[in-house]
């Protein structure tokens, strides 16, 4: 659980541009030998004065960067500049105003990348503004002074919407048009909302407790959750829309990338999110027996975030140790450079610029990985430098090989074969109003974009939900126009 934070002080207002000043000086980080043995989130929490000196270091610049480069578009440099002058409910009223969860993308997202990666200050060599760290500090602060209540909507209206799915993208839609006083139920396949916040984000970076307060207050908002409901099994897509006026799908992308080599599918070869599924279950006190790298070597092929998450959480189940391949090096590793660097601290070992060739087994269980060292070679149609093997071979010992290779879509079609896909299998929109090519029906988050940022997913949904309430809106008017005929 995370620990509740005292009760907000008055701060002394400072004056901004104190960059050159005042260090960048982020939360106290628990130590890798005391967090290894734990699922507690590793970062501590700003108190008032702390947030409000951090905040002092924006510049004000007169383009804001840091905003033009979230996809959220929030505007930064204002609540930075309230939270710097003592106003924090303000502070936390202009940060709410355009993201649903910034408690949530403050612990993680990967602000190196986004908004703190476009800090101006940062070139100056002073290093950047905490943003994401301010932004978890004024919504945990509005949690603990009960700032934070349930949706209340001006007017109730009749028309309902259903949504597929609870995750990020499906909760912000949600929320959108709850506000707006339609009627909304989310339906999910799990037996908790949250999707990939709850099952696939470990502890460590987000405490479930977190996700479960917004849930409540959803639920407190009027809006109905039928869990344990897998759409296109349990009920069927026609029978959706037959009981409500719009659809948004938001189910996420859940299927794993192949591991395409000889003995890819040896016993001890697992997609990540089944192994990460596995131990936040266990988190969340389900009875899923124990923890399967305990005492194993454990090998993690990816480079991304999920790499990072499989990566600390062996760690944390007690592996013999823990090596990361990835075929590029680490300038070029799409990961978080803040997640990578708490990885090394915590004893994972990274072999950059190394390729799986084969996994080897013995009796049909997987004892280690061949791999080929790579060079990076001419850039690719995406701009980055193609990996090309060397020649070289080594032998990385194996007791668990996990896959976190990025993930592909399910196929939509079981869903409903009328809806038109790409050709990876996203499902096809409208770019501006996020509808497919059903009419009242929407989509939105990874299963439009493919595998992407929770920031994205909540973006997504937030667009969709403006287009829904036009949308819904017509319906509304028409039904008045006819009944006034």
Not at 7 to 16: D, F, I, S, T
Not at 265 to 273: I, K, N
Not at 281 to 288: A, F, P, Y
Not at 347 to 364: I, M, R, Y
Request: proline share 5%.
């Amino acid at each position: 659980m995370v620990e509740k934070q005292k009760k907000l002080k008055p701060v002394q207002k400072r004056k901004m541009l104190q960059f050159v000043n005042t260090e960048r000086d982020m939360p106290l980080k628990r130590d890798a030998d005391v967090r290894n043995e734990d699922y507690l989130e590793i970062y501590g929490d700003y108190i008032g004065e702390k947030a409000a000196e951090q905040a002092s270091r924006c510049s004000q610049c007169g383009v804001p960067f840091c905003q033009n480069h979230c996809p959220l578009q929030n505007n930064i440099p204002d609540w930075l500049k309230l939270t710097a002058e003592g106003r924090t409910k303000e502070a936390w009223e202009v940060s709410n105003a355009t993201n649903n969860m910034p408690e949530i993308c403050g612990r993680i997202c990967p602000q190196d990348r986004l908004c703190e990666g476009s800090c101006v200050i940062e070139q100056s060599g002073h290093g950047t503004v905490t943003i994401g760290s301010v932004e978890r500090f004024l919504t945990d602060t509005a949690w603990q002074e009960g700032w934070i209540e349930p949706i209340k909507p001006k007017r109730e209206r009749a028309l309902s919407v259903g949504i597929i799915g609870a995750g990020p993208a499906g909760l912000a839609t949600a929320e959108q048009l709850r506000e707006q006083g339609w009627q909304v139920t989310v339906y999910d396949r799990h037996d908790r909302a949250g999707g990939l916040l709850v099952y696939g984000i470990p502890n460590f970076k987000l405490d479930k407790s977190i996700v479960g307060r917004r849930i409540k207050r959803l639920e407190e908002g009027g809006i109905e959750f039928v869990l344990n409901c897998d759409v296109g099994v349990d009920i069927s897509f026609d029978k959706l829309r037959e009981k409500h006026q719009a659809v948004l799908i938001s189910t996420g992308v859940y299927n794993a990338r192949d591991l395409s080599v000889p003995g890819g599918g040896a016993d001890g070869v697992a997609p990540a999110l089944d192994f990460l599924i596995d131990s936040n279950r266990r988190g969340l006190g389900d009875d899923v027996g124990p923890e399967p790298a305990k005492g194993k070597k454990v090998v993690v092929i990816g480079g991304g975030d999920t790499a990072m998450d499989c990566v600390r959480t062996a760690v944390r189940q007690g592996a013999e140790s823990v090596t990361c391949l990835y075929r590029r090096d680490h300038a070029n590793m799409p990961g978080s450079r803040r997640e990578t660097a708490n990885a090394q601290e915590e004893g994972v070992t990274f072999e950059w610029l190394a390729s799986p060739k084969a996994v080897h087994d013995e009796n049909g269980r997987a004892t280690k990985v061949r791999t080929d060292r790579m060079r990076l070679g001419p850039k690719d149609a995406s701009g980055r430098q193609s990996p090309e093997t060397t020649g070289e071979e080594f032998d990385v010992d194996a007791d668990i090989v996990i896959k976190a290779l990025g993930f592909t879509p399910e196929d939509m079609k079981v869903l409903s074969p009328q809806l038109t896909v790409t050709r990876w299998g996203t499902l096809r929109v409208n770019p501006l109003t996020f509808e497919t090519n059903l009419p009242g029906v929407y989509a939105a988050g990874d299963i439009v974009r493919g595998a992407s940022l929770v920031v994205w997913a909540i973006r997504e949904g937030r667009d969709a939900a403006e287009a829904m309430h036009k949308y819904l809106r017509g319906l509304e008017r028409a039904a008045v126009l006819e009944a006034a005929e």
